[in-house]
């Protein structure tokens, strides 16, 4: 029934405060439900954190989940919808068949679809419209506003068939991720577990507009909603704010939920403490006090927190950086799962990365996403089929060579290279640009000295 903030800078405890709260109540009422809501990439690092702390070392009636895993875990007790959900290759082959039936209508994107990457970003722009539930009039109100720009205007009329042909191929078929939360809206009524039930929204800057529309029936069936907001308490947490400030944001989140609510409590302010993330690192608590602030601040005292070095090239900035992390760990007491090397150009560091850290013996872990086009045995595999049906096509014999995935012994795998190879050799030497092609039954032919 009830909506209460909690709100502080960076670092000061919020989280810590929250989850401390929960433990205590949640041993005070056994029978009672506690739901802690994060992002989904957040929740087993929560779960550890709260077993960490709870003084039982377990938790038994507190749940830590996502969004998502919030509506199975509603699905499984009052059911659900029947459909399948359709996953991110999934929208992609859909896309793909949508964009084959529709391409004379499509203006502009007809001719764009083919290019690389370019069905990812539809695909993307799609899923947002779902995640922000736009509908069709408010496409048409997009374009109404566009007249004046023709190429805008063309491409929204191309996403508006694009995205109206797709949600009715979906329709009682298949559902999107993004469709799970308004399956989730139907069923939270019947739920009897969430009844009276206490949640903890913690690690959003914001809501979409399907998730508000959760929150708002969570505050009908809940006995008390928390949410943790990123912002110095000396703000003013209820002023409209501008675009441009540093908190336009959070003050944008909380106006968002308050207007859910009429039953609002008092927001619980944090001042950095003695257990805050900066308590032993003033210079850094400094920064995060001033940093983006429209005042001057200046630290006088010394400090060894922050430091800046400037390095000729990435590879020396990597370096550095290694030489760094081993001087800690060998002489701070740091270990290096402690330890994060952040930056703002991944596709350019990583590869550095795992040279330098390989070379210093340093364990480390990327945190990229890697095509599955770039797996060695995929390209086999798709080699494979594609020699098949071109009829043994020398481009494609030389990509299942390059592969390597063949189980073959050290010296028949030499003897397969230096066949294609030669058959490569030969291919370039005769002239013949696309390859050769065996369309003759291979025999075996045994010849007498």
């Known amino acids: 029934m009830s909506l209460q903030f909690i709100i502080g800078s960076s670092g000061a405890g919020k989280s810590y405060f929250a989850y401390e709260r929960v433990i205590r109540e949640s041993m005070e009422h056994p029978e009672r439900n506690y739901y802690i809501i994060v992002p989904e990439q957040f929740t087993m690092q929560t779960q550890k954190t709260l077993v960490e702390m709870h003084p039982g070392k377990g938790i038994l009636n507190i749940d830590i989940l996502s969004f998502e895993r919030l509506a199975y875990r509603v699905f499984e007790e009052t059911g659900g ?8 290759t999934g929208k992609s082959m859909v896309l793909q068949k949508m964009v084959q039936q529709h391409r004379k209508e499509l203006a502009y994107l007809g001719s764009q679809m083919n290019k690389p990457g370019y069905l990812d970003e539809v695909k993307s722009l799609v899923s947002e419209f779902m995640q922000y539930d736009i509908r069709e009039d408010n496409l048409a109100e997009m374009k109404e506003k566009a007249k004046d720009q023709p190429l805008l205007e063309m491409k929204l009329k191309d996403v508006g068939i694009l995205y109206q042909s797709f949600r009715e191929f979906l329709k009682g078929h298949y559902m999107t991720g993004e469709e799970v939360m308004d399956v989730l809206l139907k069923q939270l009524p019947f739920s009897e577990k969430l009844k009276g039930a206490e949640f903890l929204f913690d690690g959003f800057t914001g809501f979409t507009p399907i998730q508000v529309n959760v929150l708002r029936e969570l505050l009908v069936i809940a006995d008390r909603i928390s949410v943790t907001v990123t912002m110095d308490e000396r703000e003013d947490a209820f002023s409209p704010g501008k675009p441009y400030q540093l908190f336009f944001m959070s003050k944008q989140m909380i106006r968002t939920l308050a207007g859910l609510s009429r039953d609002l409590e008092d927001p619980v302010y944090l001042k950095p403490s003695g257990q805050s993330r900066f308590a032993q690192a003033p210079a ?15 630290y006088a005292e010394e400090q060894q927190e922050i430091k800046i070095f400037t390095a000729p090239s990435p590879l020396e900035e990597m370096r550095e950086a290694a030489r760094r992390m081993s001087e800690l760990v060998r002489t701070c007491g740091y270990r290096y799962g402690e330890i994060a090397v ?4 991944l596709e350019e560091y990583a590869r550095l990365a795992a040279q330098v850290f390989e070379e210093a013996d340093i364990p480390y872990f990327i945190d990229e996403k890697h095509s599955i086009m770039m797996n060695p045995f995929v390209e086999y595999l798709r080699a494979a089929m594609e020699m098949a049906v071109q009829d043994f096509l020398m481009r494609v014999f030389s990509v299942i060579s390059d592969a390597g995935c063949q189980k073959l012994p050290e010296n028949r795998l030499i003897s397969w290279r230096i066949t294609c190879w030669r058959w490569e050799s030969g291919d370039i030497r005769n002239g013949l640009k696309n390859g ?3 369309t003759e039954e291979w025999k075996r032919r045994r010849y007498r000295n």
């Open 342 to 345: 952040i930056t703002g150009n």
């Open 436 to 438: 050769f092609v065996y």
């Open 284 to 298: 850094l608590q400094f920064l995060e006090k001033n940093i983006f602030r429209y005042r001057k601040g200046v």
């Open 81 to 88: 919808d029947n459909r399948k959900v359709l996953e991110d």
